[in-house]
């Protein structure tokens, strides 16, 4: 699937629902639960989450790749887990701020 910022997508087997803030270029194979995301104007297949992906989303929480490269904005949380490729989308991690010292 082709990306791009702003783009909004929806799980197919949960209620999860995100946004992409940034992407790289090319096609790329993003699931949540196991399912394929689908645009959230689409029709969702449906189905169950795959037990292997059951850690779940959390809104307003950013999630990214090992790279860095792909980052989505979970707007609706859910049952299932983020994955690009198989391999499984992390919290982003907030930067420290510097002393006021």
Do not use: F, P, W
């Given at each position: 699937m082709e990306l791009k910022a702003g783009s909004r997508l929806k799980s197919g087997?949960?209620?999860?629902?995100?946004?992409?803030?940034?992407t790289p270029d090319g096609d790329l194979e993003l699931t949540c639960g196991g399912a394929p995301l689908?645009?959230?104007?689409?029709?969702?297949p449906g189905g169950d989450v795959?037990?292997?992906?059951?850690?779940g989303t959390q809104?307003?929480?950013?999630?990214?790749?090992?790279?860095?490269?792909?980052?989505?904005?979970c707007t609706k949380p859910g049952e299932?887990?983020?994955?690009?490729?198989?391999?499984?989308?992390?919290?982003?991690e907030a930067k420290a701020l510097p002393s006021s010292d």
């Open positions: 087997v949960c209620d999860t629902q995100v946004m992409v803030i940034a689908v645009d959230v104007t689409a029709d969702a795959a037990a292997d992906h059951k850690n809104i307003g929480k950013r999630y990214v790749n090992e790279a860095g490269d792909l980052e989505l904005l299932g887990s983020l994955a690009v490729a198989g391999a499984a989308l992390t919290l982003k």
